[in-house]
Nanobody, 119 residues
Framework: QGQLVESGGGLVQAGGSLRLSCAAS????????MGWFRQAPGKEREVVAVINWSGGSTYYADSVKGRFTISRDNAKNTVYLQMNSLKPEDTAVYYCAASLPEALAYDYWGQGTQVTVSS
C-alpha cells in the first residue's frame, strides 16, 4: 500500500522561505503525477502545484506562481515544494498527493504538514 509522508513545515516570518518534502513508499513513484494541496482553517482544500511523472510539466495556482517551485527526484521517491516570499495567506496545512496520469482522482494522500506565516 502506498504511503506519503510530508515534512518541512513550520513557523516562518512573512517574506521567508520553507522547503516541503514528501517521501513516497509502496508505489512506483516515477509513474505518478504528484501534487501539493493546502487547506486553511475554514476554507476548502485547494491545489497549489502539480508535477508530471518526469518533472517536465508543472502547474501552479495563480496565488503561488513565481514564488513556489515544485520539483521531484524519482531516484529518491520524493517530491518537493520550495516556497519563497511567503505571505500570511499561505498559512495552511499542506498535503502531497499521488495520482496515476489516467486517474480522475488522487490515489494517495499524506497526513499533512502545518505551515504558519507570521506577519
Amino acid at each position: 500500500q502506498g504511503q506519503l509522508v510530508e515534512s518541512g513545515g513550520g513557523l516562518v516570518q512573512a517574506g521567508g522561505s520553507l522547503r516541503l518534502s514528501c517521501a513516497a513508499s509502496g508505489l512506483t513513484f516515477s509513474s505518478y503525477t504528484m501534487g501539493w494541496f493546502r487547506q486553511a482553517p475554514g476554507k476548502e482544500r485547494e491545489v497549489v502545484a502539480v508535477i508530471n511523472w518526469s518533472g517536465g510539466s508543472t502547474y501552479y495556482a495563480d496565488s503561488v506562481k513565481g514564488r513556489f517551485t515544485i520539483s521531484r527526484d524519482n531516484a529518491k521517491n520524493t517530491v518537493y515544494l520550495q516556497m519563497n516570499s511567503l505571505k500570511p495567506e499561505d498559512t495552511a496545512v499542506y498535503y502531497c498527493a499521488a495520482s496515476l496520469p489516467e486517474a480522475l482522482a488522487y490515489d494517495y494522500w499524506g497526513q499533512g504538514t502545518q505551515v504558519t506565516v507570521s506577519s
